[in-house]
Structures are given as structure tokens and as C-alpha cells.
């Protein structure tokens, strides 16, 4: 993976003046300046702008440049106006017959103020209705030339991106950590036109074709009755349809597996799923399916971890993705391309390129990377941006097509069809976020929320009154020209090609490539959700699948569920596997990780400045975790606390180092703090201590101790010698210690797998 320096890219950002020092000035933003005790009254010289009021990059509907300054389109001036802008004088008080009386039908300002409220939540997305969003840049290394003729992907490139992270199931207010797929769509605003890559986090879909999609999202949102549970596939109709519907047990089987679960967005992989088509300046065509290789490896979350975040922090992955940016640690993932042969019958080492529930293993077609993506930038206005982005497979530059894939080509229906009712009309391509960054002359006109005022009075083809204009355009002109694909000779039919009828080959595959630990996972993972079905022939029913995946699986998940095992429809094949298919066993970078700093009062705290900062220099966040909040300054060199021990939990940290061993603090009690365990509490370290340390152990983190810390450790029955526990006289060499295991993700080793 190619290195750059990630502020050095920011800075060369086209937006770069945008994101200049964040949030520093802006009212309200975590400052070291404590705002003033009373809210001022009079403007103070100069007000500041407030930048999530500020207008949109100023374009033009037409992409054009306009040269308008920001305050004619944003929010500006320091007094409070109506709509009109017309001054008010008081926004407190609604307009009476008196103090005491009735409020009057002209109060204009209250109209004006409530109606807008009310008219303020637009439709949610119908899937992938939870989201968050990040700004960046592309840059190509023009390896795709020799079969990909689009602009952007020329060697040194550069391209603005938005991209939008997303859980499917869940409502726009659902927790970031459930058990899902995770959408991975990225706009980018070519010189060509816009280019949406439309992805996931799973390279495999549910279905093979796009008139099931209705079936599997209604069998996957809540019940109807009673609209429960929320954000999950742990409930009946879910399983009853994947059970039926058998082309479904590939990707079930990767949601059941951590990829389920992810422990960032910077930590996913993405995928394209459906075969593309690129062509280059010859004509020439190439299949390909994309990925995106993030550069910090693909990790997740453990069940238990996901549960528990996404109580003490629904918001865990918009933060941690805010917050990196925000940190200078910028996310960045190449974009690759296995290539294919775009041969008549459209398949690769017998694998049918047009059926999305199958993947080329990476050993057969190597993933070429075509570029790097750095995500530089967070949205300043959630709604204006995250919510009104409106993606599109169909939206194309010349160079890439699409295929045949029968769930590609409705989703190229799909697409603008909802963006109609979402976003209120056929007008959303004006949206700042969705404008494109070239000209346009497109001849469509009017519609509700239209923002251009159209110029000329002939928008139609052919015309002489407009002097013919707009002209049409060549290939050697930038015309996109869809490729001519020859058909067969057919009939109409309502059916697939005999290769759509393989659904669990893949499905065994995957299995059989993953290790013993990540078995262990999907074992459990397939066991708590049938758990939390209710009727037991869906349970039956599932567990007979999986014998068609692997004898043990489906052994294992029977007995959790107190089942006799099934026997396989047919003798299972044993395929190699395919060692990418697996997150563990690899070293990644450590940039972003949080490493929790536990201190005791009065203790020497020499060690933990040393730490601190070895950790800030290695790219990772340290967070001092103490009894009470506020600065320890034994030397004049003070300490500031994070967390403590009421606040601090186990699932925000990837790493704990145990300085001291704090005795019990004064809120150590049941009645106070629940998760304080009186009966730990004669352990002599503070309860919340050891329960943070004992979660950490049980999630395979690595924990480091010196000083009195490992005191605290042995107060918890985790042996200092235990996998991934390092304990040591000096704080430097135990996070060196620490860092290197944090390169691994997890400790893996610490739990004997069964299977
Ligand atoms: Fe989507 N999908 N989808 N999908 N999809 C939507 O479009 C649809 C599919 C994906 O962050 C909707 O703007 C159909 C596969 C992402 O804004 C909707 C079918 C893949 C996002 C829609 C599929 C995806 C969506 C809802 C079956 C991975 C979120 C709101 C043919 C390759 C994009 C919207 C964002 C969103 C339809 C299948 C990815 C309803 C009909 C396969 C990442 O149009």
C-alpha cells in the first residue's frame, strides 16, 4: 500500500480552506477557553461565522462556478431575522391578547418558526437509513490505464469523494454496532461527471435478483405488528425467509461471522459485489469487481463488546470516524479491481460473474490496486450532507459500465426512483452535495424545489432558437457511450442461468477459510440469533441449511439450540480455501487506537507522562482513567483524567495499562454505581477497576501493568503471565509490548478454540 503523509494530502485538498484548523473557532466546539458564564447579549466584533450555517460550495446548479459570495446564499449578519429577514425583537414569546390570554392567528414569526420545524424530517432512507459520512480525495495511479479509460483514475489524479457509511436494517436513530451489513457508497465528483461506487462491506448479496429485494428487506425489518426489534436479523421472519430462500446462505453466513460486527468504519473492507465492465481508449472491455483494502486491516468488534457499545455509545462508529478525521489520523483505503476476461459466458474459474451471491477468491484473481482514497474532511452539516446524498449505481463516467447481473440492473431503477420521494422531487441532483463539479446542460426544467433560474427559451432537441445549443458530443469529445455488448438470440423468461442454482458451494468455502477462533464466532453467533426466534421450525429449518455448509457447524449450532444435527442434501465438496477470506493472523498499523491509562491517587505518575506520549507520537489516543475527573499535578506537570472509573468501560479502549492499583473510591458502592461490586470491593482496588480489566481480558485486549498495576490485575485472578498481558518495572518497554500485540488486533490465543 503506497504511503502518504495524510496532512500534506489534506492540504492539497481541493476544500482545503474549508477544513483549516476545525472547530477552533467555532462557538461551541470543545475549546481550551471556557465560553463566557452568561450569554452575550450585544454582538461582539467580529461574530463568528457558524460554519454549519455557511452555504454550500458555490456552484452553480450547472456545476458552474458562480463567484456568489457565501453569505448571499448562507445564514450571515449578527441579529435574529424572519425568513424574509426582516428583524425580530423578541423569538421568546409567542404574540398575545395579553400576558395571560390567548395567542393571536397573525403572529407571523411563530407561523413562520413552527411550520418550518414541523416540515423538517424528510422520509428515512428505507435501508441504510443510518449513516455517517466523510469528505476526501482520490488519487489514481494510473494502472487501470491499459483497460480503463476514465479521467480519474489517470496516475496522480485527483478526485473529491463523499463517502457514506451505513448499517441496512436500522432507523436513522438505530445503534452503529448491531449485527449487519454495512453499506460503503462513495460519490466521486470526476471531471467527467459524477461517479457513484455503491458498495458493501460484504461482497456478496441475498439475493440474485433485484425483484426479491422487497421480500428479503421486509423479512429483515421489524415485525409489523408490533415494529420490534430494531436494527437486528435475531427474529423470526428474517430467518424464515433466509431458511426458504436458500441463495441467501452465503451472505448469512458472512453477517454471522465478525464481519458483522466491524470495530471501525476505517476497519472495513468494501466491495462493488456485482461485476463491472471497465473499457479503455480503445474499446476494449474488461469485467472487474472492486474492492476497497482499508489501509489499517479489517477488524471487528466480539458480540458481547457490540452489545454493550451499543448501550454506553450508540454513536461508536460516527464518532470514532469524526474523530479521527478530526485527529489528523485520516482513514484511507485503496480501490482495487480483480480483473476478468469478459468472455461470452461471462465466468471465471467456473464462477458466474453475473451472480451476486458468489465471490473470485483473491488466490485466483489478485486484487491490482488502482488508487488511494483519503477520507480528509467531516460533513459540517449532517442533513444538508449525510442525509440529502443521494447515490446511484447508474451514475457512470465513460470507461465504466455495467453488466448483465439481474440484481445490478434493478438497482439501476431503484436508485433515482427513491431518491424522488425522500428527497421531494427530481430536483435532488441541485443539492450542494449532489451537484457535480462539471457543466451541466441537461434541458430538464421546473419540478418541485427547482433552484435554477433557466436561461434561453429553447430546452429541446433539435432547436435554432437557442442557436442549437446544447450539441451532443463525440466519444473523443467525453461522451459517455455505453458499451455495445452483443445479445444472444433469446426468449423472454422469468428465470436464471442453471449456475444461479449453486448456494452453498461458496457458502462452505468461506467456512472452511476461516480459523478456528472466527469459527467459534459464526458458531455462536448463529446460535444466539436462531435463540431469539420463537418458532422452532425456523430453528429446524436453519440448521438444516447448514449441514449444506459444514457437518460441524451444523452439529455445533444444533446442539446450542438443544437440536438434532442434519445431514447434507448432497456430499459437500472441499474446496482450497481462501486465506484473504480471513481478518486474522496478519500485522496492521495501530493509527487511531485507544489506549485506557488507569492511575491511582497520589501515585508517582513519572511512567504515565512517559506513556502518554509515546502513545500521541505512534498516532494513538491515550485516555487517563482515574477516581475523580479534573488534572493531577504532583510536579507542576499536570495530568489531565479523561474518564473515570463511574464513566470509563472496557469497549472504548482497545488497549488497558494499569499504572497503579486504586484503592476503592468514595461512589465504589451498589447503591451508587451499580456496576460497583461490594463484594469485589474487599479485593482492596476499586471495583469498576477490575471489571473494566476483567471485559478487556474476556475481549481479547491486550493488557499492560507496572508499578502497582499488576496488583490490580492479580486482584482480578488475570495472571500476569497470561497471553497478551504484559506486566514490567517500566512503563516504556510494557507499551512497546502492548503496541506490538495491538498490531495483531486481538489476543486471540488467550481462548482455546473448540472446533
Ligand atoms: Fe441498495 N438501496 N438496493 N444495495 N444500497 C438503497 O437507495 C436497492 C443493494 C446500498 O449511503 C436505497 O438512496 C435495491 C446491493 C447502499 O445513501 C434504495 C437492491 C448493494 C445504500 C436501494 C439493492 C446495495 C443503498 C435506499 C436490489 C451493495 C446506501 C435509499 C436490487 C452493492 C447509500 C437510497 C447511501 C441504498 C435499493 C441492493 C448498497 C431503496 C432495489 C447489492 C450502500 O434505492
Known sequence: MTETNPAAAAAEHPDAQDSAAPGREIPG?????????????????????????????????????????????????????????????????????GPRGPSLLQDHHLREKITHFDHERIPERAVHARGAAAHGVFQGYGTARGICKAAFLGEGVRTPVFVRFSTVLGSRGSADTVRDTRGFATKFYTDQGVFDLVGNNIPVFFIQDAVKFPDIVHAAKPHPDREIPQAQSAHDTFWDFVSLHTEATHHTLWNMSDRGIPRSFRMMEGFGIHTFRLVNAEGASTLVKFHWKPRLGVHSQ??????????????FHRRDLADAIEAGALPQWELGVQTFPDTEDQTFAGIDLLDPTKIVPEELAPVKPIGLMTLDKNPSNYFAETEQVAFHPGNLVPGIDVTNDPLLQGRLFSYLDTQISRLGGPNFPQLPINRTHTPVNDMLRDGMHQTAVHRGVAPYRPNSLDGGCPFTAGADAGAYIEFPEPLAATAKVRDAAATFDDHFSQARLFWLSMTPTEREHIIAAYTFELAKCREPAIRERVVGTLANIDGELCGQVAAGLGLPAARPAAALDDPDPSPALSQLGRRWPVDGRTIGIVIAEGQDLSGVRTVRQAILEAGMVPLVIAARAGTRDADGDPVAVQRTFATARSIEFDAILVAGAPAPASDAYGARDAKADDELARAGVDSRVLLLLTEAYRHGKALGAWADGADALEAVGIATDSPGVVAGDQAAPVLERVKELLGGHRVWDRFTPSV
Open 302 to 315: 466480539v458480540w458481547e463488546e457490540a452489545q454493550l457499545t451499543a448501550g454506553m455509545d450508540p454513536d
Open 29 to 97: 466546539a470543545p475549546s481550551s477557553v471556557p465560553p463566557p458564564v452568561a450569554e452575550p447579549v450585544e454582538p461582539g466584533a467580529p461574530v463568528p461565522p457558524k460554519p454549519d450555517q455557511r452555504g454550500p460550495q458555490t456552484y452553480s446548479p450547472t456545476g458552474q462556478k458562480t463567484g456568489i459570495a457565501q453569505k448571499e446564499v448562507a445564514q450571515g449578519g449578527d441579529r435574529l431575522t424572519t425568513a424574509q429577514g426582516t428583524r425580530l425583537y423578541d423569538t421568546d414569546h409567542s404574540l398575545k391578547a
